[in-house]
């Protein structure tokens, strides 16, 4: 499709809308559409399929521009005329368009001007750009994971990685990224790194641990992206002198699960230890009933449902196309919410609820 992005000001000016419409445009154009993002100034009746209008009808900045193109709505039956309301600030007159409210909180706003359906579809959200992640840890695909456990280490048998086995294989949505590559200096290292790929085939969790320096080194900026994804920092030391990975995970603001050894008690800020005979089983439980650890999963779940690509092709597509567009339900937050939020008493309305992640 031929579409127009339609705004009072573009990127590269800085601004919630202006970053919103930058973002859709991207995302309409890696789907196979032709966007291009016009100002007034820039404004031409091309051969346009859609024109998405972003707050130029609900925002009075400048009112002969407004008022040109809610004519053109009539005019022009064959544009399919969005109205994306991210404002409700002018409402002297109502375009004859598809509406289309950025929160429930805004359709209830824009209700009051009128009775037409306004649909719900949030702004979308780049995270992996904005938390600057990795071109090798985006590829990992970590938003998708039901829960994240970080390891930095080399391959030294001190680490007790095969602990983090044993928890994986009580974790069976979990991931394990273990940092290290096995050092063909080290004879002990390498027999250790081959000792772990048996344990994890014989306990079952080969596809969900990744020992990610098999592939190369991990950059700085790699293992800072980690860090930006993983729900725990995982460090089952038998033995340690200090710990710097403590300290790393308690400065990007992970939980931290480690072994009660001297130097961890000594290091470590706000962990969670557990002593070297904890059962793995009951450490899987103490990790999943974590509110930190769950707040960081909700944080990877918001990812997947904001992400343009899924926001795109689920909500604003069938709107361009003609066919009808999911809607956020009233009592239905945007961001995912605690999982121990109880639902008793409430009914479901007939609506559909923005699709939620893998």
């Known amino acids: ?185 080290q004879k002990d290292g390498a027999k250790y790194f081959r000792e772990l790929k048996q344990l994890a085939k014989e306990l079952g969790v080969t596809k969900r641990v990744r020992f990610l320096g098999e592939k190369g080194a991990l950059t700085d900026h790699d293992v800072r992206s980690l860090y930006h994804m993983a729900d725990l920092l995982f460090f089952p030391s038998t033995q340690e002198g200090y710990g710097l990975p403590l300290i790393e995970a308690a400065l990007h603001g992970v939980p931290v699960f480690c072994s009660h050894i001297p130097a961890h008690r000594e290091v470590a800020v706000g962990a969670t230890f557990f002593k070297l005979t904890a059962s793995p089983r009951g450490l899987a439980r103490k990790i999943k009933a974590h509110p930190a650890v769950q707040a960081r999963q909700l944080q990877r779940q918001m990812m997947v449902r904001l992400a343009w690509s899924r926001i795109v092709q689920e909500m604003l597509e069938p709107l361009l196309s003609g066919r009808n567009a999911p809607r956020v339900a009233s009592d239905e937050p945007i961001l995912p919410q605690s999982r121990d939020r109880s639902r008793a008493g409430r009914t479901t309305p007939k609506r559909v609820r923005l699709p939620r992640g893998a």
Request: hydrophobic content about 45%; some cysteine; overall charge positive.
């Open 1 to 185: 499709m031929f579409i127009a992005i339609l705004h009072y000001s573009k990127p590269p000016v800085i601004g919630g809308v202006e970053r919103v419409i930058g973002e859709q445009a991207a995302a309409l154009r890696l789907l196979g559409h032709e966007v291009e993002i016009l100002t007034c100034k820039e404004w031409h009746l091309g051969k346009w399929d859609a024109v998405i209008v972003h707050n130029v009808f609900s925002m009075p900045f400048d009112l002969p521009w407004t008022k040109q193109l809610i004519k053109l709505t009539r005019t022009r039956p064959d544009i399919r005329w969005i109205n994306w309301v991210h404002d409700v600030r002018w409402s002297a007159q109502v375009p004859q368009a598809v509406h289309v409210a950025v929160s429930e909180f805004r359709r209830q706003d824009y209700a009051k001007v009128t009775p037409e359906t306004i649909h719900v579809i949030p702004n979308g959200c780049d995270a992996k750009a904005i938390l600057g992640l990795t071109e090798r840890v985006r590829e990992l695909k970590l938003e998708h994971a039901g829960l994240v456990l970080l390891q930095p280490t080399r391959f030294v048998r001190r680490k007790n990685i095969e602990f983090g086995l044993r928890l994986l294989a009580e974790l069976p949505d979990a991931l394990y990224l273990v940092t290290a590559a096995p050092d063909p200096h």
